[in-house]
């Protein structure tokens, strides 16, 4: 009998980046320095990242008529994602227009498109895949009622669901009961916890406290640099420092950790285990600058931790 695969449902997009020397006022045309494109959308990171680890993966999700939605589903196919359960909408696909200064600050006009047209009846169609996933994982850049809908078919159907909530948006309350582990960042996690998501006095055991008292199974706290906490109802399980690494690029660093831990625990290991394994497939991911381009595979991650057990790295 094969492996019960990871559903992923969520966005799929396309970034736009122009690199400039400053970023235009109102009304003002300056002269790009470089542009790339890159295919994009928490969702569709989350998925390739799992499938670079070699999990098996399916995605549900919308894109556009439009030539980006068209690369984005060869994108997802090409790095061993199983896209057949994306549908298309009439019109543009998600998109985010990114402008680049010489000092790195940014500006970012992100047009959901496609993604915005993924509805609950979207997600019943495909209730025979979420009940044969060993796990589900959503993300907030697609509507809030279908991540609802979604929250309460994986309950119903006894699947865990993993919930990362970015970008942070105020959630139904009945949501969080359904949701078995909930993934935020720290700015994120405050937000949920107190409303505020200016980050002053982080205290992670306090934040995970509330966070439970809502009615989240687990809360794996995402804190950078800081490492990763994991807490549930029980106690608080274990604070795992980040590995030392040289980063270059933190873009989709959450995403490689949310593949990374949905795999680790579809393939049993404990929450601990599997937020060790998550957390090096995210430090791998910032030694190398893109989104999906980032995400190592299963032997990069291995011979990672192989290297920070003996001590080689």
């Known amino acids: 009998m094969g492996l019960k695969p990871i559903v992923v449902?969520?966005?799929?997009?396309?970034?736009?980046?122009?690199?400039?020397?400053?970023?235009?006022?109102?009304?003002?045309?300056?002269l790009g320095s470089d542009f790339k494109i890159y295919p994009g959308g928490k969702g569709a990171n989350q998925a390739v990242a799992i499938a670079r680890l070699g999990y098996p993966v399916r995605m549900i999700g919308r894109v556009g008529t439009d030539s980006f939605g068209r690369d984005a589903l060869q994108h997802l196919k090409s790095a061993g994602v199983d896209a057949e359960?994306?549908?298309?909408?009439?019109?543009?696909?998600g998109i985010a227009v990114i402008c680049v200064s010489a000092k790195g600050e940014n500006s970012i006009i992100v047009t959901p498109g496609a993604n915005a047209t993924l509805t609950p009846p979207d997600v019943d169609e495909h209730i025979s895949v979420i009940r044969g996933a060993s796990a589900v994982l959503a993300q907030l850049e697609i509507p809030i009622e279908t991540v609802e809908h979604l929250g309460e078919l994986c309950a119903q159907e006894g699947v865990p669901f993993l919930l990362d909530p970015a970008p942070a948006a105020v959630l139904p309350g009945r949501l969080f009961s359904r949701i078995t582990w909930f993934t935020p960042n720290q700015m994120e996690a405050a937000f949920y916890a107190n409303g505020k998501a200016d980050g002053t006095q982080f205290k992670s055991s306090s934040i995970a406290d509330e966070l439970l008292r809502k009615g989240v199974h687990g809360v794996v706290l995402k804190m950078g640099a800081d490492g990763?906490?994991?807490f549930t109802n029980e106690r608080d399980l274990?604070?795992?420092?980040?590995?030392?690494?040289?980063?270059?690029?933190?873009?989709?660093?959450?995403?490689?950790?949310?593949?990374?831990?949905?795999?680790g625990l579809a393939k049993g290991m404990s929450p601990i285990e599997s937020a060790r394994f998550a957390s090096a497939v995210a430090g791998i991911?910032?030694?190398?600058?893109?989104?999906?381009?980032s995400m190592p595979t299963i032997q990069e991650v291995e011979e990672f931790l192989v290297q920070q057990t003996s001590g080689a790295v």
């Open 9 to 30: 449902v969520g966005s799929i997009n396309t970034d736009l980046v122009s690199l400039t020397e400053r970023i235009p006022l109102a009304g003002e045309t300056v």
């Open 85 to 93: 359960l994306v549908g298309t909408s009439d019109g543009s696909s």
């Open 228 to 230: 990763v906490s994991v």
């Open 238 to 263: 274990e604070s795992i420092p980040a590995y030392a690494v040289q980063a270059v690029d933190t873009t989709a660093a959450g995403d490689a950790f949310n593949g990374g831990f949905a795999v």
């Open 285 to 293: 991911s910032v030694t190398r600058r893109g989104a999906q381009s």
